[in-house]
């Protein structure tokens, strides 16, 4: 990920050309990935293409605390939080899960910055079967870059996958790349709590879309 250096004269309003996009990013894990109709084989189906073979580094865990100049946001099962600047609102996830929406005005004409997150009480797959069928497909689509499926820690979960990639995106001002950090996380009782975190490539990191992600806390109630 590149830092973003350059400073517009002002902000762009957010741009809708691109919420397609990122609700079939949403939308692909919940299909599942079957990992074998063959019971001999499933272990080692798992073991070789579901489970990711890398760990995130450090800097892409959970924060221990929270940000300064941040308010808590709380969703059904998860809490986050948010600079005073990220707007929230609600949305219609897969399955028409409530989705919490962050977003801020992209300073990239066409640009999307927001922050998505979500609880699936009865998944259609694991969080590694999700990910790596996220993954695959992402494999397989022209001009995506970065991609990095990585297994990460985190508090309150049993098991926790962050997928991280870039990819061009057709807005109506015309193409861009998108950076893109999903995190998906198994919550004891069997639920599922997705992050979806993305801005302009060039605009990720200063966006602190990812800060967002980073501060999920699985467990708390709305």
């Known amino acids: 990920m590149r830092t973003f250096l350059r400073t517009p004269a002002r902000a762009r309003p957010v741009s809708r050309a691109t919420a397609p996009a990122l ?10 990935c079957s990992a074998s109709s063959e019971p001999g084989q499933e272990q ?26 941040t308010r808590l946001v709380e969703g059904d099962g998860f809490s986050l939080f948010a600079p005073a600047q990220f707007q929230q609102s ?25 922050v998505v997150a979500f609880r699936e009480a009865d998944a259609a797959a694991g969080v590694q079967e999700q990910m790596a069928a996220l993954a695959a497909s992402k494999t397989d689509l022209g001009g995506v870059t ?3 499926r990585e297994v990460v820690e985190w508090p309150g979960a049993a098991d926790a996958v962050l997928v991280r990639w ?9 193409a861009i790349t998108q950076t893109f950090a999903q995190l998906a996380v198994e919550v004891g009782d069997g639920s599922l709590v997705t992050v979806v975190a993305v801005a302009p490539e060039e605009e990720f990191d200063a966006a602190g879309v990812f800060g967002v992600l980073r501060t999920l806390n699985v467990g708390a109630s709305a």
């Open 146 to 148: 970065d991609l990095r």
């Open 44 to 69: 080692e189906v798992k073991e070789g293409i579901v489970r990711p073979t890398e760990s995130a580094p450090p800097e892409f865990g959970p924060l221990s605390e929270q940000p300064r100049d």
């Open 166 to 174: 870039s990819e061009p995106t057709n807005t109506a001002e015309g």
């Open 23 to 32: 609700l079939a990013v949403l939308a692909l894990p919940l299909c599942g």
């Open 90 to 114: 609600t949305r219609p996830g897969p399955g028409d899960v409530p989705m919490v929406v962050l977003g801020t005005p992209s300073q990239e004409a066409g640009g999307v910055v927001e």
